[in-house]
Each structure stands twice: as C-alpha cells, then as structure tokens.
C-alpha cells in the first residue's frame, strides 16, 4: 500500500510539474521577426503604394504599430542581417559590406581576412569585409534558446558558408539558409549554372515558387510547436534579384495603371510575399497563437532602383540616402501595441534583439556590448526613445558608391564621405528627399554632428578607410 501510495504521490507530482510548465509555456509569448529583402520603403499600401497590393501586411499594420522612421542598419543586406541577429552595429561586428558566396570568389574556411584591398589610382584603400558572422557573435536564436525556445529561420541567411549556417548559430531548424545573396531561381528546383539548388530546400513539385515554399515552410514549423514556445525569423529571398513572378499575378500587374511604380513582375514578387505573410498570420488566427505570438515585419534596406521606386526618398538600395536606408517597419504586440497606431520614433535594425530578449527575460552574459534600444516603451504609445543619434558605416566602394558614414539626431542627418567633397547636411523633417544641402550654410552644426559620428567610430573600433 505505501509504494502503491508513494507511487500516485510521485504520479501527481509529475502531473503538477508538467502543468506547470505547460502553463508557463502558455504564458510566454512566440515571436516573429519578418526580414524581407529589398523591401523598399513605399513598397506596401500602407506606406503609401498605390500600385503594389499587400493587404494582409495591410491588415498587419492595422492591427499594430507602423513605424514613419524605421531605418536598417545598412544600406545592403549582410550588414543589417548580421546587426538585426545580434543588436549590434555592423561597425562593430566587421561586417560592412555584403559577403560573398562561395560560387562568387568567397572563403569557406581559415580566418577572415585581415590586410586592407584597393588604394590604387589614387583611392583609398578599405577594410576588408569578412566571409562569414564570427560564431563568437551572439545571435537571437542562441540567447532565446537559453530560455526554452524552439528556433526556425526561413528563408535568406547570407552571413556565410557551410559551417557557418543558421544551423551553427542557435537555429534548430533551417529552410533555405546558406550563403547565397539571392536565390539561384525562385522556380522549383531553384537551380542555375553554378548554382545547385537551395540549402533546406530540396525540389518537391516543379515549378513551385519559392515564397510559397518558404511560408509552407514556416506554417509547418508553427504547427509543429504550437505547444512550446517559439523564435521565427522569416527571411524571405523575395523581393530580391532576379526579378521572376508567377505569370498570372504578373498579367493582373500589367493590366494595372502605371504609377512610379510600374514593374508588374517586381509587384507580383511583393503580392507572393504578402500572400505568405497571409498563410502565416492565418495560422496564427487557426490554432489561437495570435494573442501570444508578437510580429515585427522589416526589410535588410531600401528599394533596389529599377525595380521599384522609392519617391519621395532619393535614390536606394546600397547608397546613403534615405531611399537605401529607411525601411518599412510594422510590430503587433500583444497587450502593448494599440490597434493602427503610427509612431515617428527613429528605430532600427539593432533594437529588436535586445526588445526580444528582455521581454523573453533571457540573460545577457556580462561585457556583451547591445548596441540596440529596447522598444517597449515606443510600443506602449507616446514614449521616447534615450538615445542620441543613430549611425551608419560603409567603408567601400561600390558603383558610384564613395566610403561613407551617417549620423541622424533628430531631425538632422549628416553624411561624411572619405573621398571628394566631405559633407552633405539634411533637415529630414523639412526635406525628406534631401533636396537641399546644408553643410555650406550651417558649418557648426556640421562640426557639432561630425564631432558625435568620429566618437561613436573610435568606441565602436570601425574601420576607416585609409590613403593606399
């Protein structure tokens, strides 16, 4: 009778354990980060396109908070991918630049290099860019995982080769992640000339679109986890280069009329990945997760020019406007965001790690540098944010792209270049697509604000570029 005894005690122990676990995993809210690529600024309806059609990133953005200022940490990809992972500036991690596949000259093993490139013809010589995300860098996944979460990342990872996948960097689950930049195709098999498919992603149905695939994918990963707590990251390829669409949704684009934009394959891409944020925020609806799952929805930098078009920003993808930087943001938290409303709060890609590890309560190891801001008090309506200026740093050449670094403070953005006439001086407020410069006309606050950049590069230990 006692071990009979002991035995339904321990029984009724067991069951109290695990429903109280079950009942903590209840409480904890999921998390999606969104992070499509290229997503230009004006891309969406709710941010102002009268020629795409996104209504459920539309329905998205009514149901939480959209953001005005929003900005990636870089004007291409890598930088801003490595930054959103881990809170911090691409600065200070090293990656400035996008890296190169292995297909495109990139390195899958040793160390990352060290010795400055260029300086001839009278250029300056630039740091080198690495050819992968130190493993030492601490990522989203990693840290969430410390407290019990199951990781997935859907979708672009291009923060480098094979041993340093989002397998080696906290993710449990990866569907499409490796070193490309862009996908070899978006038509099942996904292949090319030298280009043999996507990582994760091995051909099912020929001809499937990969943003399909991508959001099947994800709406798996949510099924299958719906009991425990879980981290999505959702890269979408989409809606980068090449520029391929389902034909039926690309004939619907070219019986439109025609505004600035006016690329009916590039909408049909934008329709495909608002098709796959609609599966995800349904399953969300079907299995009762939306009131516990909080939604970030980003872009890695503004609109690629060609493609789309990013008026009233200037210029885009890759250069120090506001058209290559500022970005869509949207957040639908749970219990904090109020339903449509707007925020003009500068923001960017650093501040969602450490918004989701403190609201996860996951612990941070002592001297980790985050770079990023909180944004809870910016999500709850009406709060500021204590930071002073947020920068940029691009020590390259690229096209007609000269080394730059940017701060903003206010409404101010200052632009340096290392090359040829030093500064251009914006009032954002006053001039969004930065029309009139400034810098010739207010000298001290030029030096005022070149002062703030030159101190944030020495305590970030950026690389400058330098006389060759």
């Known amino acids: 009778m006692r071990i009979f005894t002991q035995t339904c005690a321990l029984v009724l122990g ?5 429903a109280a676990a079950a009942a903590e995993h209840e409480k ?13 600024w004006t ?15 539309d329905r998205l953005a009514a149901s939480g908070m959209k953001f005005t200022d929003a900005y990636a ?8 991918r490595a930054a959103l992972l881990t809170g911090r500036y691409p600065a200070r991690i090293g990656i400035t630049d996008w890296i190169r ?21 009278g250029r ?7 050819f992968w995300l130190e493993h030492r860098e601490l990522t989203l996944a990693e840290v969430l995982k410390t407290v019990g979460y199951a990781t997935c990342h859907v979708g672009k990872w291009h923060l480098g080769p094979d041993d340093w996948f989002p397998e080696s960097q906290g993710f449990d689950f990866n569907f499409g992640g490796c070193d490309y930049g862009q996908p070899p195709s978006y038509f099942d098999p996904y292949k090319r000339k030298n280009q043999d498919g996507i990582h994760g992603l091995p051909g ?3 001809g499937e679109y990969l943003t399909d695939r991508e959001a099947d994918e994800a709406v798996g990963f949510i099924k299958a986890h719906q009991q425990e707590p879980f981290f999505l990251y959702m890269a ?13 949704l690309v004939a619907k684009y070219q019986s439109k009329p025609k505004t600035n934009q006016k690329n009916a394959a590039y909408a049909a891409m934008v329709e495909s990945v608002d098709d796959g944020v609609g599966k995800i925020l349904s399953i969300l609806d079907e299995l009762d997760l939306t009131d516990r799952t909080a939604v970030i929805f980003t872009s890695d930098n503004g609109g690629l020019l060609g493609p789309t078009h990013n008026a009233p920003l200037r210029s885009g993808k890759g250069f120090p406007y506001e058209g290559g930087i500022r970005v869509p943001l949207i957040v639908r938290w749970p219990g904090v965001t109020e339903a449509g409303s707007v925020s003009a709060v500068p923001v960017t890609s650093v501040d969602y790690f450490p918004t989701i590890a403190k609201s996860a309560r996951a612990a941070l190891p002592d001297g980790l540098v985050i770079d990023g801001l909180d944004l809870m008090p910016v999500l709850g309506g009406g709060g500021e944010l204590d930071r002073e200026a947020i920068f940029w740093h691009f020590p390259h050449y690229r096209g007609k792209v000269i080394p730059y670094s940017i701060v903003r403070r206010g409404e101010w953005k200052l632009l340096k270049r290392y090359e040829g006439p030093t500064y251009e001086l914006f009032n954002l407020k006053d001039d969004l697509s930065e029309t009139k410069d400034l810098a010739k006309e207010m000298p001290e606050l030029v030096g005022e604000l070149d002062s703030v950049l030159v101190e944030w590069l020495e305590h970030t230990g950026a690389k400058l570029p330098r006389e060759g």
């Open 204 to 206: 099912r149905r020929e």
């Open 236 to 248: 979408n390829y989409a809606v980068h280069t090449p520029i391929q669409a389902k034909q039926e």
């Open 101 to 121: 596949a292995k297909f495109q000259g990139g390195q899958a093993g040793g160390e990352n290099p060290s010795e400055y490139v260029g300086g001839k013809n």
């Open 124 to 130: 300056l010589a630039c740091p080198p860019n690495p």
């Open 28 to 40: 904890r809210l999921n998390y999606i980060l969104f992070n499509i690529d290229d997503l230009g």
């Open 14 to 18: 067991l069951i109290l354990v695990g």
């Open 73 to 80: 940490a870089c004007a291409v990809c890598s930088p801003t």
């Open 43 to 57: 891309d969406l309806s709710c941010f102002g396109s009268r020629y795409f059609e996104t209504p459920n990133i």
